[in-house]
């Protein structure tokens, strides 16, 4: 198994523009998570899904979207690209159960910058 | 103010040392608390779990501690290793996970 996979593993952006980071997880987990990690800081919660077509909002969803249209796959889209999105993202995922109790498998990362 | 507060921020120690982590968190209600490794440029991976009623787990070299009515847990790391090197996060679960800021260990030959 090749776990949680993110795409691209680097990114710089141009204020204004918009990209999708890519995740996607081959355990069959139903639940999925996008965070964010800026330096000093603990992981930031932006969006989850327990399940496909479910999404919901973290603790810091402003200027991001998701989407879940299957198991494996939960994009996340930077519409208008800020310099306050420079960061490191993570998406994971977790088995079954109640959210964020079981164990969750992170990603690699993708890290953005925004100039 | 973040929930889950670590210390120190950063450590160096000599390979073969031992060395401990803290914890402390605000976090209620409290479902359960883990330690995660990450290493640089990579994704953190989980090392233990305890839930209320757990005072202590292992892992290998590893050793968590946690005192629910003080809200404080530790990571003791025996012997410690080139391979440690690396942040060690806390995460805390209640109705979602709270993660502290990371402790970045630095072990020397």
């Known amino acids: 198994n090749a776990g949680v996979t993110q795409t691209p593993k680097f990114r710089i952006l141009k204020i204004g523009q918009s990209m999708t980071l890519q995740c996607t997880q081959d355990m069959n987990h139903n639940y999925m998570y996008w965070y964010r990690q800026d330096p000093g800081m603990g992981l930031k919660l932006i969006y989850y899904?327990?399940?496909?077509?479910?999404?919901d909002k973290g603790e810091v969803p402003n200027g991001y979207n998701v989407s879940r249209s299957t198991t494996e796959d939960f994009p996340l889209r930077l519409e208008l690209a800020a310099p306050s999105q420079t960061s490191v993202y993570f998406c994971?995922?977790?088995?079954?159960?109640?959210?964020?109790?079981?164990?969750?498998?992170f990603g690699p990362g993708t890290r953005l910058t925004v100039l | 103010k973040n929930q889950v507060e670590q210390s120190p921020q950063s450590l160096i120690i000599l390979e073969g040392k031992n060395c401990t982590l803290q914890c402390n968190y605000t976090v209620s209600p409290f479902s359960n608390l883990r330690w995660y490794k990450q290493d640089t440029g990579r994704g953190p991976v989980s090392l233990t779990i305890?839930?209320?009623?757990?005072n202590t787990k292992s892992n290998g070299r590893y050793t968590a501690t946690l005192d629910a009515d003080t809200k404080q847990s530790s990571l003791h790391i025996t012997a410690s290793q080139l391979s440690d090197s690396a942040s060690y996060i806390c995460?805390?679960?209640?109705?979602?996970?709270?993660f502290g800021a990371g402790t970045r260990l630095t072990v020397k030959p």
């Open positions: 994971a995922s977790s088995t079954t159960g109640i959210p964020f109790y079981n164990e969750q498998f």
């Open positions: 899904s327990v399940g496909a077509g479910i999404t």
């Open positions: 305890m839930t209320f009623s757990e």
């Open positions: 995460v805390v679960s209640a109705n979602d996970m709270r």
